[in-house]
């Protein structure tokens, strides 16, 4: 049985790129706990609002139940629920899975197999993260979750189907903004090397987002942290969303993130396509939380 292939195919409700990481996260963070404890089982009460709390933070802004994952898990044979009753899962009524004791657990084979070869955990979490959120939320994720993982590349892991990323991106979007960032104009270089600036995915290559220009912002490290995670955005005019969310007291945060609502974004230099609004549009519905703030008069 090939599991980086079943980690890789989990079954999951989607609609026109509507994000649903619900299983993702829940497989992440038993992967987490199997390597911190191999014999423990994973009890609905005692972890849901773990559960609750990443999907918050890294699911879709609409709300939704840790129930769901915790249940349907099961279909994708990663994963097993036993109540005091035996195998299997009341389903994904939250009363039930409280009521009947319900505790979840990696299924037996792929303990067994994580046993026999632990270098798979690391490889079937790099596969997750990579399939389903932004590269800048990789190492945050991990933390929250629990994981402790070496650096390793995962194109290695990639099958003749899978997409491969385009690695001229970056080139193509730091040169279309001439290597600054589009929220706030930051152009930092060591000699000719610039520092600190990234190419951002506005629909993430997650979800099909394609390696193209129109699809792309040079940000620096801040602001595309920011931007993938929901407290910065991109409205009409394209002008710069703030979310209302967000809270900052400090001078250096009012200056850096809350006093950008509303202005233009700067770039691309002329000639060169701005963010398209089909993926803006993915944004602001599937990444961006919450309302924006007005921008100042």
Known sequence: ????????????WSRDGV??????LLLLYALARFQADAESELHYTA??????????????ARGTTPAYPFHHLVSDEVWEVRTERGVGSPGTGVRK?????????????LRVALRREPSLLGRMARVLLDLHFPPSLHQDLCEAVGLELELAETDALATPEQRRRDRRMREMVLTAYEYQCAFCGYDGMIGTVPVGLEAAHVRWWAYNGPDDVDNGLCLCSLHHKLFDKGV?????????????R????SPAAREHVTALAGRPLIGPQPGIR?????????????VFRGSPRPGAT
Do not use: C, N
């Open 274 to 286: 701005p963010v398209a609004e089909i993926y803006r549009s993915w944004h602001t519905s599937q």
């Open 1 to 12: 049985m090939d599991w980086l292939e079943r980690a890789a195919s989990l079954r999951q």
């Open 97 to 109: 899975l409280r009521a009947s004791g319900a505790a979840g657990r990696l299924a037996p084979d």
């Open 47 to 60: 972890v849901e609002a773990d559960l609750k709390q990443l999907l918050a933070e890294y699911g879709p």
């Open 246 to 249: 967000f809270v900052g007291r």
């Open 19 to 24: 994000r649903a990481p619900h299983k993702p």
């Open 232 to 244: 910065l955005g991109i409205g009409d005019g394209h002008r710069i969303l703030v979310s209302q």
